[in-house]
């Protein structure tokens, strides 16, 4: 695709003329917001004041898109701490809407928009969806979760905004999904990529070959997925698969989004500001360079949160992109400095066991990775389905697929695993993101 996406038309939407803005107005632009927003965070926020005067700045100290770097982090404890609404920098009366992600432990983390915000959260979802190829005509099944979770409403109002239909169809009740994919002539659909994976395999049990039907798009995003399962997913629908990305404490869907040339994702960067830091010591890398994104919001007005460490390690495309958008790109998002986990001394990510056994015939992409501690020694193992065929084949096939399979994983990762291929259907499907790791080594 990429090289020849240049002459490919991007359905340009008037919502997309800040996509291709000349670079020195973006600067001006940003540099404007962020004072503006800085102000308002020290106005309204305690905790950002109280940050900044230890430090001792003041909003006018910020000169400069490099003075961002002299602003303090907010993480996501900040926002546990503050539950539920303490890092608000409006009146709740003008809080039209509130969202709340859940966290791994206790309490959720809430997250507010005014209606600016909520017209902000559309325009950028209107460019995502652009970005992605679609507009007016056509048929969106949004398939992402409806409720506290951003991804529904966030692509609901963002396809209504580009003037497409919308299905609310939320997450599951995967027959009914297919049912009206089938019926309604869907040309697009918006899932986590593994509940979209789930939903392409009943469409084959079921006997609808999604290659055949309108179906030509899905823009897919809220959790890592790989190069090689865009293809498995490509294939098996006929559709471009794209990547989006965002997260609620920022504003939801609508951070970044790849275009036509599926070569990296757009940041909407006059809303969203991004640094690349080293998630180790919180210092700026230079560009190209991978590291932890970090984000400012450069024009919420409920809750603007400055230098946000999203924990999400990518980088810097430098060079420009062939579609003509001037805004910047990162790299597709494979890892969370915080989702590696430590066997016997080796760094792992999820990512490299998806790579590895997608590298080898005769598996389907639905794993799972168990961590166990045994006599004081980490042991992973990496239960993975087979296709219907090897799983109805000679036990001979089933071993030596085990032995394909461990060889792929000691190349990308460097460890002897254990591998356990099971039967297609054994791995509990997510409606929205897929957990992917199991620890049990405190248990
Ligand atoms: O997942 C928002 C969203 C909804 C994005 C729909 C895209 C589509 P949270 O639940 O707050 O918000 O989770 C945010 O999910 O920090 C990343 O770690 C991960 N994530 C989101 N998009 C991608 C992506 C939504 N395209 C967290 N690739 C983020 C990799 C992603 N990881």
């Known amino acids: 695709m990429t090289g020849a996406c240049e002459i490919l038309a991007t359905r340009f939407h008037p919502a997309s003329a800040p996509d291709y803005v000349p670079v020195p107005h973006l600067r001006d632009l940003q540099l404007s917001r962020l004072q503006a ?16 005067r230890q ?37 709740l009366q003008d809080v039209v809407r509130l969202h709340a992600s859940s966290g791994t432990t206790g309490k959720p983390i809430v997250v507010a928009y005014t209606q600016e915000d909520v017209n902000v959260w559309t325009s950028v979802m209107v460019r995502t969806f ?7 005509g056509d048929i969106i099944q949004n398939a992402y979760g409806y409720g506290l979770f951003t991804g529904g409403l966030g692509a609901h ?36 990529p593994s509940y979209f994976l789930h939903l392409a395999e009943r469409a084959a049990e079921l006997g609808v070959d999604l290659r055949e039907l309108p179906l030509r798009a899905g823009v897919f995003g809220a959790e890592p ?15 471009q ?37 080293d998630p180790a010591t919180g210092e700026p890398l230079p560009d190209g360079e991978e590291g932890e994104l970090v984000l400012t919001t450069l024009s919420k007005q409920a809750m603007p949160i400055i230098r946000y460490r999203t924990r999400d390690i990518t980088s810097f495309i430098t060079e420009p992109c062939p579609c003509g958008r ?31 056994l997608l590298a080898v015939e005769g598996t389907l992409p639905h794993y799972q990775i168990v961590l166990t501690r045994q006599k004081g020694l980490d042991e992973m193992e990496v239960q993975v389905e087979v296709t219907p065929e090897v799983f109805s084949d000679k036990i001979g096939a089933l071993e030596q697929l085990q032995a394909r399979l461990l060889g792929s994983i000691e190349q990308v990762v460097g460890l002897r695993a ?23 080594r405190s248990e």
């Not at 003041?58 to 490099?66: A, G, K």
């Not at 254990?418 to 049990?440: F, M, N, W, Y």
């Open 326 to 356: 001037t805004i910047r790109r990162i790299r597709r998002i494979g890892r969370r400095s915080d989702d590696m986990f430590i066997i016997r001394g080796i760094n792992v990510f999820p990512s490299q066991i998806e790579t590895a």
């Open 225 to 239: 997925w790989t190069e090689s399962m865009r293809r498995h997913l490509e294939e098996a629908a006929g559709i």
């Open 37 to 52: 927003v800085v102000w308002r965070a020290y106005r309204n926020v305690e905790l950002f004041r109280s940050r900044l």
């Open 241 to 277: 698969a794209y990547d989006i990305y965002g997260l609620s404490e920022i504003i939801g869907p609508g951070v970044a989004s790849e275009c036509a040339c599926q070569a990296g994702l757009h940041i909407f960067e006059d809303h969203f500001y991004p640094e690349i830091v």
């Open 130 to 136: 652009a970005a992605c190829g679609l507009g007016k």
């Open 55 to 91: 430090r001792g700045l003041d909003p006018d100290d910020i000169r400069s898109l490099e003075d961002l770097a002299r602003l303090p982090f907010t993480v996501k404890a900040d926002l546990r701490d503050t539950y539920p609404f303490g890092l608000f920098a409006s009146p």
């Open 418 to 440: 254990h591998v356990r291929l099971v039967a297609p259907h054994t791995i509990q499907r997510s409606e929205g993101k897929a957990k992917r790791v199991v620890d049990r």
């Open 157 to 192: 109002y963002g396809a209504e905004g580009l003037g497409a239909t919308v299905i609310p169809m939320s997450g599951g009740n995967t027959d009914r999904q297919i049912m009206v994919l089938k019926d309604f002539g869907v040309t697009a659909i918006c899932s986590t």
